[in-house]
Nanobody, 119 residues
């Protein structure tokens, strides 16, 4: 199984970015799919996840109301729309997959994509 994250970049505070994660190797339509992030000098933390049924999304409190996670099982992709970005959102973002939810200890990880938010 491979998870390929893309869409990172640099943006000013208040801006938006959209991350995308493409899966290959096997279908992950029954998996919880999600995103974690790791800022410099900090532990990796949960950001958002979505169950196999696209209506079951859940978020970390720090991003709730600003980030939206979505998935397309037909395309084997999961996206993270990030709005109203803050400098504290600067991190490497990793997509992840876990068979049994809620997302806590992923079975699979992507390689990470860097998001930099400047003030």
């Amino acid at each position: 199984v491979q998870l390929q994250a893309s869409g990172g970049g640099s943006v000013q505070a208040g801006g938006s970015l959209r991350l995308s994660c493409a899966t290959s190797g096997r279908t992950l339509s029954m998996y919880h799919m999600g995103w974690f992030r790791q800022a410099p000098g900090k532990e990796r933390e949960f950001v958002a996840a979505i169950g196999w049924s696209a209506g079951t999304a859940y978020y970390a409190g720090s991003v709730k109301g600003r980030f939206t996670i979505s998935r397309d099982n037909a395309k084997n992709t999961v996206d993270l729309q990030m709005n109203s970005l803050k400098p504290d959102d600067t991190a490497v973002y990793y997509c992840a997959a876990q068979l049994i939810g809620p997302m806590s200890r992923p079975d699979y990880w992507g390689q990470g994509t860097l998001v930099t938010v400047s003030s």
